[in-house]
Every structure is written in structure tokens, then in C-alpha cells.
């Protein structure tokens, strides 16, 4: 400001300043470092020096050094230690290709589900492990997680985080949840589809487990994230299910009598689940046969007093199509019956 605008007096003291020469920062930070030496007592604390950015070229070095099983671990923890400084070091991990490689450390570490310990028994940190947080540290971007999903191996880091959560100790679970989470959110439709049902009852152990409230959150909107994707996966085989349900009902010889009986007899939802049924039978497996046994077990009389007592909106109007239904449908029966006579 005092360079531009040519000015000539301290903001802040407002003395007239004698000369415009501009003062670097790591000189200023030095000044005050020192100033914060000398009233240490005062309960003053030094102000730390910046580390400078990393780069690409350092962030390759820690990476072609880490693939040595040697110098895995310690590599790991630089690279842990780099991105846990700044956002600006997330980004540069990311560009210089640490997600790729942390994926294949976690992919190709099979141990996950086995506690390592020395022989002196402290727990040995594990490469899988240590790869698993900073790919959550990361925070990923958008573009970054979706070609993770949907890459060539996305069914493999799918399939790995399914066996951290069954196997792997409670920190690397956490992490796998929250990084599913993270993926799934910006996978396509196909892919959601066609997840396995182990990664559901993973996810749902997780959260029965309670390991952390982080780790809850996660796989509780994972599953409401998931459950609409789960209903278009098992439409065809709901149709198949409902065909052979509706067999087996008017296969046994009291079927439609117990179902009509549950109406207004046991709950509003009873009633509606039994007129949802009647309905679907009247709808789609209407044959002569059927059409009498309604008749004899007083169907129609039972669907015409729904219309006529205080129940729920839903109730009659599901009794209102169920009787029209019938109704003509025996109008239907009668009709062809006289002309077959005819």
C-alpha cells in the first residue's frame, strides 16, 4: 500500500517514513521471531518458519522409493506427513499420481485381515494400513475419485475395502467407509447396480459396531444413498418373486379366504396389505375359477363394506379398484358364458 499508493506515513504508527525500499518477508519473519525469543517469558511463542511447497518431483522420488518393500513404511509416513501440512500438498500428491500407487499398495496387501506383530509383541504398522489413511487424508477430488471407480480396477479397491471392513483393524475400517462413501457418491448408475451384497452386510457391521460416530454417519448415508440403486437391481426378480407368491396363494385351498378375512379386522395396514394382494390377484391371475372362489367367499361383499365404513383414504381407494375389477370381470365371465350358450 505504501508502494502504490505513494504513500509516505505508517498505517499503524503513522510516522513519516524516510524511505521506500520494501522490506523482504523472511527478513520481517526474522525480525519477529527473534522478538518472540526475547519475551519468551511473557509467555510469547516463536512463530514457526514456513517448509517450503513441495513438488512433483519430490512427491515422484518419495513414490519410486516406496515401491522398495524396504523403505515401504517409512515413505508412507513421509508422504502422511506431507499431505497432513496443506491443501496446496493434497493437490500436488494427487497430480504427481499417489493415488495410484496408494490403491495398488492396498490392493496388493493381503494381510490385512491378520494383526502383525514383532517378537517383541508390538503391533508392526502395516503398508495397507498406512496407505488406507492417506488416501482418506487426500480428500480426493471429484475427477480423482471417479476415474478410481470407475477405472479398470474399480472393482478391486471395491472388493479390497469389502475385506478391510470385514478384517481390518477399527481405524482402517473407519477409513474404508468414508472412502466408499466418497467413491460411490460420484459412481455412474451401473456401477451401483452392481454392488454385492457382501458390501452391504459389511457396511451394516460397521455400523453395528459403532467403531466412531465419523465411521456411523458414513455407512448410515451410505445405505440411503445405495437402497434406491438395490430396488431397480431386483425389479425382475420382484415380478418373478410376485408371480410365483400369487401361485402359491391360490394354490393353497383357504388362501383368498384368510387374506379376505384380515380385512378391517386387524389393522388399517392389514387391510391394506390384504386389498393390495386381492387387487393383485384380480389384476393378474384372473381365471373362472378364481372369479367363483371370490364369489363364494364373499370378496365383492367384503370390498363393497370397505367402501362404506370410516378407514383411511389408501384403504378405499384400493378397495374402490380391487371391486371394480372384479365386478367386471364377472360381468366379463357371465357375458362369454351366455354366448358359449348361444
Known sequence: MVVFRQNDTCPVTKQVISGCEVTPNHTLRRLLQSWCTLNASYGIERIPTPKPAINRAQVSKILNAAKSPQQQVECLRKLRSIASENETNKRCMEAAGAVDFLVSVVNNFNSLSFEETSEDGFEITRPGDEALSILYGL??????????????NGELIIETLTKVMQGGN?????????LLKSMLEVADPQKLISLKQ??????VQVLRDQISH??????????????????????SHRSQCSLEGR??????????????????????????????????????????S???????IGIVAKLCLVLQVD??????????????????DVADAIAG????NL
Open 337 to 340: 358364458q351366455q354366448n358359449y
Open 139 to 152: 480428500q480426493i477430488s471429484e475427477s480423482g475419485l471417479k476415474n478410481l471407480i470407475m477405472g479398470r
Open 198 to 203: 457382501e458390501l452391504f452386510s459389511e457396511i
Open 311 to 328: 378407514c383411511g383414504r389408501k384403504t378405499k381407494d384400493k378397495a374402490r379398484e380391487g371391486t371394480v375389477k372384479v365386478v367386471n
Open 214 to 235: 465419523k465411521a456411523s454417519k458414513a455407512a448410515l448415508e451410505l445405505l440411503i444413498n445405495l437402497c434406491p440403486w438395490g430396488k431397480k437391481q431386483n425389479q
Open 290 to 296: 378364481v372369479l367363483q372362489e371370490m364369489l363364494q
Open 170 to 178: 477399527d481405524e482402517s475400517r473407519a477409513y474404508a467407509v468414508l
Open 247 to 288: 401361485a402359491e396363494l391360490l394354490g393353497h385351498g383357504a388362501g383368498l379366504a384368510v387374506v379376505s378375512k384380515k380385512i378391517l379386522r386387524v389393522s388399517q395396514v392389514a387391510s391394506e396389505r390384504a386389498l393390495r394382494i386381492i387387487f393383485s390377484i384380480s389384476k393378474y391371475s384372473t381365471t373362472a
